[in-house]
Every structure is written in structure tokens, then in C-alpha cells.
T-cell receptor, first 112, second 111 residues
Framework: DAGITQSPRHKVTETGTPVTLRCHQT?????MYWYRQDPGHGLRLIHY???????DKGEVSDGYSVSRSKTEDFLLTLESATSSQTSVYFC???????????FGPGTRLTVT | QKEVEQNSGPLSVPEGAIASLNCTYS??????FFWYRQYSGKSPELIMS????GDKEDGRFTAQLNKASQYVSLLIRDSQPSDSATYLC???????????FGAGTILRVKS
């Protein structure tokens, strides 16, 4: 258990509404990541953070924004949710000098 | 776009057999390689890391890396029904702080 929690764990929302997912860690790791997982695509990186207020885009960043105002929290926002953003979202942290990543429990998001 | 390829499976093996999972990658400068196990409805769990050519053993698991051929494999000895899961290969490229994941191989161990 890498001390990662995600909230909410499940959410159903309507097209066009804003949605914010939260990732919280308890161990002050510098790097945090947001992925989405869809059948046939595996895990795809949305955004990641390498420190407070320091973020960068991943391969599927369109339609998503992130913020990190505190070391322990990394927020993922869908400004105007679309059905194509229905997915399972995982947060991960990277520990120490290796590149190992550990995942949170995930958030299942359904956009109707 | 750096790619990581895995056979989607399912790979079916009888209980007690050796399961062999393979992964190829396109970035020749890749440095670090990881295997994750993911049970249905759960999050990925790191089971092996390998950084240099050769074999690395941990219990019933052996990771094998061949950088010249750009492949990494995972062997599971004495497979158990509890090993039934999707196995994800992840690779860190030569630059940056990101991992690229394969789409995963479904393993089914039949008792």
C-alpha cells in the first residue's frame, strides 16, 4: 500500500458538466501521474506532476487539466465532460530514484 | 510515439505449468522495465522490475531482459489459478520521467 487514495471511486455525470477527480498521497513523493485505462488501449498517461505547481502533458491530455497546489494532492479536471472520457482513471506515484510507479485504487467515471 | 507491444491473449496454461509472457519495445535507449499484475476491477500492482540484461528471479517469477533484441519477458513457474490476471509490461524510455505501458496480456490458469 503506497498510501494513495482516490476520490470519488465511482461517478456518473452528464455530458458538458465539469468533473474533478482527486488523488491524495501520504508520503510526500515528488512525482504523481494520472492515467486512463480503456479496453484495448492499456494505461495511457494524461498528465503528470514533478512538484508543486509543476506539471506536464502526457499522450492523451486534450480535454483534461491538472493542478497541484500541495505535495499530497493532484487534481484532474474535465472542464466539460464528454462520453469519450468515460473510463477508469488511475493515479500513480513514483518512489525514490527508481522509476517504479505505484497505483491508487482508481475512479470509474461514466459520462452519459 | 514510443511503443510497447504485448500479445493480448488470452494465454491459457494448466495449473503447475510455466506461463511465459512477452513484451517488445521500440525505444532502443529504454533503461527500465516493469511488470504489473492487474486483477479484474483492481489497480495494477508492481511485481517485477528489471534494469540490466539477463534474468532476475523473485519467488515464482523470473523477468528476462534482452536489450539487443528489445524484448522483456516474464516467466511464472508453477502457475496457480490465483495468477489469472492481466499482465502489463511498462518501459521507461531513454529520456523523461514517464512509463509507456503495453495493452496487457490476459493469463488464465486452469485447475
Amino acid at each position: 500500500d503506497a498510501g494513495i487514495t482516490q476520490s470519488p471511486r465511482h461517478k456518473v455525470t452528464e455530458t458538458g458538466t465539469p468533473v474533478t477527480l482527486r488523488c491524495h498521497q501520504t508520503e510526500n513523493h515528488r512525482y504523481m501521474y494520472w492515467y486512463r485505462q480503456d479496453p484495448g488501449h492499456g494505461l495511457r498517461l494524461i498528465h503528470y506532476s514533478y512538484g508543486v505547481k509543476d506539471t506536464d502533458k502526457g499522450e492523451v491530455s486534450d480535454g483534461y487539466s491538472v493542478s497541484r497546489s500541495k505535495t499530497e494532492d493532484f487534481l484532474l479536471t474535465l472542464e466539460s465532460a464528454t462520453s469519450s472520457q468515460t473510463s477508469v482513471y488511475f493515479c500513480a506515484i513514483r518512489t525514490g530514484k527508481t522509476y517504479e510507479q505505484y497505483f491508487g485504487p482508481g475512479t470509474r467515471l461514466t459520462v452519459t | 510515439q514510443k511503443e510497447v507491444e504485448q500479445n493480448s491473449g488470452p494465454l491459457s496454461v494448466p495449473e503447475g505449468a510455466i506461463a511465459s509472457l512477452n513484451c517488445t519495445y521500440s525505444d532502443r535507449g529504454s533503461q527500465s522495465f516493469f511488470w504489473y499484475r492487474q486483477y479484474s476491477g483492481k489497480s495494477p500492482e508492481l511485481i517485477m522490475s528489471i534494469y540490466s540484461n539477463g534474468d532476475k528471479e523473485d519467488g515464482r517469477f523470473t523477468a528476462q531482459l534482452n536489450k539487443a533484441s528489445q524484448y522483456v519477458s516474464l516467466l511464472i513457474r508453477d502457475s496457480q489459478p490465483s495468477d489469472s490476471a492481466t499482465y502489463l509490461c511498462a518501459v521507461k524510455g531513454e529520456y523523461g520521467n514517464k512509463l509507456v505501458f503495453g495493452a496487457g496480456t490476459i493469463l488464465r490458469v486452469k485447475s
